[in-house]
């Protein structure tokens, strides 16, 4: 089993893993996983988006507190979306950057 030659950063209150931090254990990750792990999960991304940024993906859009946004966009692919409060995306909210788009709805995402 070749997973054991993987590592990646985990959220310090969670224990998730850190979106984008996943890597092989013999080539070192750009990333401080104490400093990520004490982060707000959208600041965290933020910052391994930053480092890491694959074609197709986002940097994703915080508030000053570390909550994602309602509303994010990949100006890269000309879409925005709306997230739950964790950041992940409300099914069917997708539309191009040029359409109106309403966020302000129950972000709560039932488990």
Same mark, same amino acid.
């Given at each position: 089993?070749?997973?054991?030659?993987?590592? #990646?950063?985990?959220?310090?209150?969670?224990?998730?893993m850190?979106?984008?931090?996943?890597?092989?254990?013999?080539?070192?990750?750009?990333?401080?996983?104490?400093?990520?792990?004490?982060? &707000?999960?959208?600041?965290?991304?933020?910052?391994?988006?930053?480092?890491n940024?694959?074609?197709?993906?986002?940097?994703?859009?915080?508030?000053n507190?570390?909550?994602?946004? &309602?509303?994010?966009?990949?100006?890269?692919?000309?879409?925005? #979306?709306?997230?739950?409060?964790?950041?992940?995306?409300?099914?069917?909210?997708?539309?191009?950057?040029?359409?109106?788009?309403?966020?302000?709805?129950?972000?709560?995402?039932?488990?």
């Amino acid at each position: 089993d070749r997973s054991v030659d993987k590592c #990646w950063c985990a959220e310090q209150d969670t224990g998730r893993m850190i979106f984008g931090t996943y890597h092989n254990i013999n080539m070192m990750g750009p990333y401080n996983c104490i400093k990520l792990s004490k982060m &707000p999960r959208c600041h965290a991304r933020q910052e391994v988006g930053k480092k890491n940024l694959i074609a197709g993906d986002y940097i994703p859009q915080c508030d000053n507190d570390g909550s994602f946004l &309602p509303q994010q966009l990949s100006d890269e692919l000309g879409i925005q #979306w709306c997230v739950y409060r964790d950041g992940l995306e409300i099914p069917n909210t997708r539309v191009s950057i040029n359409e109106d788009i309403d966020c302000d709805t129950d972000r709560t995402r039932l488990t």
